[in-house]
C-alpha cells in the first residue's frame, strides 16, 4: 500500500468549493499533466439512487450544492432538493419540519456550520421530537486546512453525542458512507453523520454489508495494542499498523464509526485481549472518541491508554497535510504515537 | 365543534357555522382554562395567552382543517405554535375538540405529565411541533408547506409568532426562504401584543414598522384587531389559495392579558401565579364577559 500517495494529509484542496473532482474530469495541473485522480464524492449520486426507490427522501444544503455534490442529486430528483443558501439555521429547523410531515431529509453543509452553528436545531428540533433528520457534515476537522478555525470542526463530535437519542457516525471513506446512508433509512431518530473532505482515500472496496450503527468494525487484527479510530483517520491508522508491523508490532484496527451509541463490548475486547488502546480523531482530544472511549475503560481493569487528536487549542494555518502532519495525525504520527504508548506500557 | 366523520369532506376552511357568541365563549374557556391550570403548576404565561384567545377560538373552533377522530390525518392543516409559552391556553382546545381526554389536564405540569409549559408534539396530540425555543416556529413551516408541495397536498400550514421573537435571526431567514420557494400555503400570524419581558418590544428591540419588513421580505401582509372575530375570520376566509404564491402574514394587533384588567399591558404578568382571592376575583371578572380594553400598546 502506497502511504503518501493517498494519504489524506497529501491531498490538495483545489477542488472545495467547486467540487469538480475526481467524479467527472480529471483536472489538469499547472504544468497541463492529469492531476491524480481523486475519489468521487458519492453524496449526491447515492442519494437519488436511494430516492429512486424511497419517495421520503428530501436533501436540502445551504449554498454548497457544488462542493458536497448534492447538484447530483438534484439534477435527478429537482422537485426533492431545496437549497436555503447561506442560512444553516433555518435549513435545519425547516428540515425537521419535512421530517414531521414524513419525509426523511439530508441536510448537507461543512461540519463546522452544521454540528457547532446549528447545535440547538439539531437539539431541539431534530433530536428532541425524534424526528429521522439526517445531518450531513462533511469536512470535518482540520481537512479545511488553511481556510481557519471558522471553517474547521474540531468540538462537534463532544456536541452531537451529549445530545439524548441522537445517533452520531463518522464515514471512513465513500463505501462507509454508501452503507450509513443506507442504513440511515430504516433507523428511527436523528443521525449526525460526519464526513471527511468526501473524497477520502478507499478503506472498504465494498459498501461493509454487515454495517450496523452502533456496532464497530474490527478491520484488522493484532496483539500488541488496539487502535481505535473514526472518520477521515481510519486509513491512516490502517497504514500506520502496516508500519508498526514492519517494528515487529501487532496492531488491532478498529473502526469506530459510531460515536453515540458507543460499541462499549468491542473496547472492552480490545482492552483485554491486546492490552493498550490508542484512540485516534481528527478532533479535541476533550470530548470527543477519545473521550468517548475513555468514559468505558475508566470502569474496566486499568491499561495503557491515550487519546489523540488535537489538543485543546485553534489550529495554526496552513495547508490540510501540514495540519495533519503538526499534529502527527497521519499514518506516521500514528504510528510513532503508538510506539509511545507501548513503551509506557 | 368539528362534527365531520369524513375528514376529506371537511368542507370550506370557514363552512364551519359557528356563531360569534360561541366563539368569545370559547375564547373565555381559554382564558379561565389557563387560569386553573396555571394554578395547578403554581406559575403560567397568563398575559400571553390571554392575548392570543381570540385567535386561538378563530383558528381552532372555525378554520383549520383539522380531525380530532383522526389527529394524525397527513392532508390537514399544520399548526405550529412558535410562542410555545402561550400552550397552556392551547391545550384545553385541544382537549375540548376531542384530542384528548380533558381530564388529563388535571395533571398539568405535574411529575411525568404530557403537559409541560411547552408542548411536546411526542406527547400531546394534535401537537403539530414542539416548540419552546423562540424562533424556530416559521422554519418549522417553511418545511410543513415545502412537505405539502412535494406530497401534493392541499393543507395550509398556520404559524403562530410571538412579537419578541421577531428580534430572532432565525425568524427572517425563514420570511426569506418563504417567499423565495413562493409558499402561499404558510401563513404567519403575529400576536402583536406589544409586550415582551424586559418591557415594549420598540423599547427592548423594536420591530416596526412590521407591516413593511415583512412586505420588503415578499410577503401578502394584512394587520388587523386581534380581538375582534369578524377581522380575523374574514381575513381567514380570504387568504389566497395554497400553493404558489406570496407567503401570507397577519399581524393581529392585541393586547397583552387582554380579559383581565389587572394584567393588561402590565409586564409583571408575562409569567405569573395567582393568589386565591385574586383567583376568585379574575375567575369572575372573565365569567363576566369582555370588557373593552383598558390598555392598547402604542404601534
Known amino acids: 500500500m502506497s502511504v503518501k500517495s493517498s494519504d489524506p494529509t497529501s491531498q490538495d484542496q483545489s477542488d472545495l468549493f467547486t467540487g469538480d473532482g475526481a467524479s467527472h474530469k480529471p483536472k489538469q495541473s499547472v504544468q497541463g499533466t492529469p492531476a491524480k485522480a481523486m475519489p468521487a464524492f458519492i453524496l449526491g449520486e447515492e442519494l437519488a439512487d436511494l430516492a429512486d426507490h424511497d419517495s421520503r427522501i428530501v436533501v436540502v444544503t445551504a449554498d454548497l450544492a457544488s462542493a458536497n455534490r448534492t447538484v447530483d442529486f438534484r439534477a435527478r430528483h429537482p422537485d426533492r432538493f431545496f437549497d436555503f443558501g447561506i442560512a444553516e439555521k433555518n435549513m435545519v429547523t425547516a428540515a425537521a419540519g419535512m421530517a414531521a410531515c414524513g419525509h426523511i431529509p439530508f441536510a448537507a453543509t461543512f461540519a463546522s456550520f452544521l454540528g457547532i452553528l446549528c447545535a440547538e436545531q439539531i437539539r431541539t428540533d431534530c433530536a428532541y421530537p425524534n424526528l429521522p433528520v439526517r445531518l450531513v457534515a462533511h469536512h470535518s476537522g482540520i481537512s479545511m486546512g488553511f481556510y481557519g478555525t471558522s471553517h474547521h470542526a474540531l468540538e462537534d463530535l463532544a456536541m452531537m453525542r451529549t445530545i439524548a437519542g441522537l445517533t452520531v457516525v463518522c464515514a471512513a471513506d465513500a463505501n462507509a458512507l454508501r452503507s450509513i446512508l443506507r442504513a440511515s433509512l430504516n433507523h428511527p431518530g436523528s443521525i449526525y453523520i460526519r464526513l471527511g473532505r468526501g473524497r477520502d482515500p478507499v478503506v472498504y472496496d465494498a459498501p461493509p454489508a454487515d454495517f450496523a450503527f452502533g456496532k464497530a468494525i474490527r478491520l484488522r487484527d493484532g496483539a500488541d495494542l488496539t487502535i481505535i479510530a473514526t472518520g477521515a483517520e481510519v486509513y491512516p491508522a490502517l497504514t500506520a499498523s502496516e508500519k508498526l508491523l514492519a517494528q515487529g508490532v501487532t496492531a488491532r484496527v478498529i473502526d469506530m464509526h459510531t460515536i453515540s451509541p458507543l460499541d462499549k463490548a468491542e473496547i472492552r475486547a480490545a482492552a483485554a485481549e491486546t492490552g493498550a488502546i490508542l484512540t485516534v480523531e481528527e478532533h479535541n482530544i476533550t470530548g470527543g472518541l477519545g473521550s468517548a472511549v475513555a468514559e468505558v475503560l475508566v470502569e474496566c481493569d486499568r491499561i495503557p491508554f491515550a487519546r489523540h487528536g488535537v489538543p485543546d487549542e485553534f489550529a495554526p494555518i496552513g495547508p490540510p497535510a501540514a495540519l495533519y502532519a503538526h499534529y502527527r495525525l497521519d499514518s506516521d504520527g500514528i504510528a510513532s504515537r503508538a510506539m509511545e504508548l507501548l513503551r509506557r506500557a | ?299
Open chain 2, 1 to 299: 365543534m368539528v362534527e365531520d366523520s369524513n375528514p376529506r369532506d371537511l368542507g370550506p376552511r370557514h363552512g364551519r357555522n359557528v356563531s360569534p357568541e360561541f366563539l368569545a365563549d370559547r375564547a373565555m374557556f381559554v382564558r379561565t382554562e389557563t387560569v386553573r391550570l396555571a394554578r395547578i403548576a403554581g406559575a403560567g404565561h397568563y398575559s400571553s395567552t390571554f392575548s392570543a384567545a381570540e385567535l386561538f377560538a378563530a383558528l381552532y373552533y372555525a378554520h383549520l382543517r383539522i380531525n380530532p377522530a383522526e389527529p394524525k390525518w397527513p392532508d390537514r392543516d399544520r399548526f405550529v405554535l412558535s410562542k410555545g409559552h402561550a400552550a397552556i391556553g392551547l391545550y384545553p382546545v385541544l382537549a375540548d375538540l376531542g384530542f384528548f381526554d380533558p381530564k388529563l389536564l388535571d395533571q398539568y405540569t405535574r411529575f411525568g405529565s404530557p403537559f409541560g409549559d411547552h408542548p411536546d408534539m411526542k406527547k400531546v396530540l394534535g401537537i403539530d411541533f414542539s416548540s419552546g425555543s423562540l424562533g424556530h416556529g416559521l422554519s418549522v413551516g417553511v418545511g410543513m408547506a415545502l412537505a405539502a408541495r412535494v406530497q401534493q397536498r392541499g393543507n395550509r400550514v398556520y404559524c403562530m409568532l410571538g412579537d419578541g421573537e421577531l428580534a430572532e435571526g432565525q425568524i427572517w431567514e425563514a420570511a426569506m426562504s418563504a417567499a423565495h420557494f413562493r409558499l402561499a400555503s404558510l401563513v404567519a400570524i403575529v400576536d402583536r401584543n406589544g409586550l415582551c419581558i424586559d418591557g415594549h418590544t420598540e423599547e427592548v428591540m423594536g420591530i416596526e414598522p412590521l407591516q413593511d419588513r415583512f412586505a420588503g421580505f415578499g410577503w401578502q401582509v394584512s394587520r388587523i384587531d386581534g380581538h375582534d372575530f369578524g377581522q380575523i375570520l374574514s381575513t381567514l376566509d380570504n387568504l389566497a389559495p395554497p400553493g404558489r404564491g406570496k407567503p401570507q402574514v397577519i399581524i393581529a394587533d392585541t393586547v397583552k392579558g387582554r380579559g383581565v384588567a389587572m394584567m393588561e399591558g402590565v409586564l409583571n404578568w408575562h409569567v405569573g401565579n395567582l393568589e386565591s382571592a385574586d383567583y376568585d376575583a379574575v375567575m369572575a371578572e372573565l365569567g363576566a364577559g369582555l370588557k373593552p380594553a383598558v390598555w392598547e400598546h402604542p404601534t
